[in-house]
């Protein structure tokens, strides 16, 4: 077991402060990672905040983060896929159980014993699991990611969670060239789905509230932008899309989207709002249409993922802070007033 610098909350009330916890040394399939970026998460917030108590109760004291890259510093006896100075990245998961039928499918992330990154019982050290807000982490080889050696790792870490959230399910749906998509809300989710459906060679339809993201928009890769507030906007593009992405977290017509969907269509929530959705039926009965969530992804679809930015050249746009100054970001993140990730410099925290 070791010390490792780290940035925690002491209560649901409490601001992020500097603290160190315990890490436990490599076994002998363990990586140890020195953590370069740690992207924010809005999850992150609801958790410090235990705001999903009635889902997820917080465990005090709690670090959080879970879109962490950085570089392998010791590896196990037993570990074959990294070594020392090698690039890597953690996403939502740190173990399964690996005996239940979704893990034998390769789908740990519906595991219903998944340990997250943080916040869940920790089978090493007791307590709970702490996240990527620290300078080092240690995880089992099998839940490591590689991390193409081209892509900028500030702009890397937010495609460990917002990536893989809007990557999953249009590769799910079937996403390819000629499809129509749609993308409601553009957002830390929505910007990355923008650009996910313009490489995958969709035509890419925004939809937002705001008309000030009309250039941004078009700049992240899509190919129209719907004021969504301008009925007859919307009523243009009535039963036309095979895909929309639905990213937004607050209250909103769904039937407004489901009726823009052609026959077969679908469209699947990221966004996670807190109160239900109302749904008309006859929306979807009248063309067959499907509403789904979608998480994250597996182990082996996040890799195909992250190799799939690095032939493309994506990345999550994001603004880069110092670990100090984290507590200020939370506070714009609930005002949306970030385009579109905050990714945290962990060299702010080795410097304190």
């Avoid at 996040?302 to 994001?318: K, P, R, S, W, Y």
Wanted: some cysteine; overall charge neutral; charged content about 20%.
């Amino acid at each position: 077991m070791y010390k490792a610098k780290a940035y925690s909350a002491g209560s649901a009330a409490s601001p992020l402060a500097s603290t160190t916890i315990a890490r436990r040394d490599p076994t002998e399939h363990d990586v140890q990672i020195e953590i370069l970026f740690c992207g924010i998460c809005h999850s992150d917030l609801h958790s410090v905040r235990n705001e999903w108590s009635s889902v997820m109760p917080t465990v005090y004291p709690i670090v959080p983060g879970h879109e962490i890259v950085g570089r392998v510093t010791k590896v196990g006896s037993a570990v074959t896929k990294y070594k020392p100075g090698d690039l890597a990245a953690v996403g939502c998961l740190v173990d399964s159980d690996g005996t239940c039928r979704q893990c034998k499918a390769g789908l740990e992330h519906f595991c219903p014993n998944q340990v997250l990154t943080f916040n869940s019982p920790d089978k090493h050290l007791g307590g709970v699991t702490y996240g990527g807000y620290s300078d080092s982490i240690v995880v089992d080889e099998r839940f490591v990611l590689r991390v193409p050696s081209n892509l900028p790792l500030a702009g890397a870490a937010p495609l460990l969670c917002a990536g893989i959230t809007t990557y999953s399910p249009m590769r799910h749906w079937g996403i390819t060239r000629g499809k129509k998509v749609g993308v409601v809300g553009l957002g830390g989710l929505g910007h990355m789905g923008v650009k996910f459906a313009h490489a995958l060679g969709a035509n890419v339809v925004v939809f937002t509230t705001s008309p000030g993201k009309r250039e941004d928009a078009l700049r992240l890769g899509a190919d129209e932008v719907v004021i969504s507030r301008n009925a007859d906007e919307m009523k243009k593009h009535a039963g036309s899309f095979d895909f929309i992405l639905d990213a937004v977290s607050a209250e909103h017509d769904i039937n407004a989207y489901i009726n823009l969907l052609g026959i077969n269509g679908n469209i699947t929530l990221v966004g996670a709002p807190a109160k239900p959705l109302g749904v008309s039926a006859f929306s979807l009965i009248m063309g067959r249409r499907s509403l789904s969530g979608s998480n994250i992804g597996s182990i082996a679809e996040t890799q195909e993922m992250l190799d799939f930015c690095g032939a493309h050249n994506i990345t999550a746009d994001v603004e880069v802070i110092p670990i100090q100054k984290v507590n200020e970001a939370y506070e714009r993140l609930v005002k949306s007033d970030v385009k579109y990730r905050f990714s945290i410099d962990m060299a702010s925290l080795r410097s304190e």
